[in-house]
């Protein structure tokens, strides 16, 4: 595993890594990520770990955008993202 760079001060460094955390998620388009769009999301488990489902809303409902991931008691969980 790489070593963490600081950069000055905590917030300098702080900044700094927020900074390039933001210019890698920027290169990320749409067609690099798959994003599937179902009617309801399936059970969250370590087979939708990490994986965008859109959720289609009916009329006069907004769509919604959840991310699987893995919480601290090793269970799973859809995670809206778009609120």
């Given at each position: 595993?790489?070593?963490?760079k600081m950069y000055g001060s905590v917030d300098d460094t702080l900044r700094r890594w927020q900074e390039l955390i933001?210019?890698?998620?920027?290169?990320?388009t749409t067609k690099?990520?798959?994003?599937y769009v179902v009617g309801s999301l399936p059970t969250a488990s370590v087979l939708y770990?990490?994986?965008?489902y859109?959720?289609?809303g009916s009329t006069s409902?907004?769509?919604?955008?959840?991310?699987c991931k893995k919480l601290a008691d090793n269970?799973?969980?859809?995670?809206?993202f778009d609120t």
């Open positions: 595993m790489e070593k963490l933001n210019r890698n998620f920027e290169k990320i690099d990520v798959p994003v770990r990490h994986r965008i859109t959720v289609e409902t907004a769509d919604a955008h959840y991310v269970t799973y969980s859809w995670v809206q």
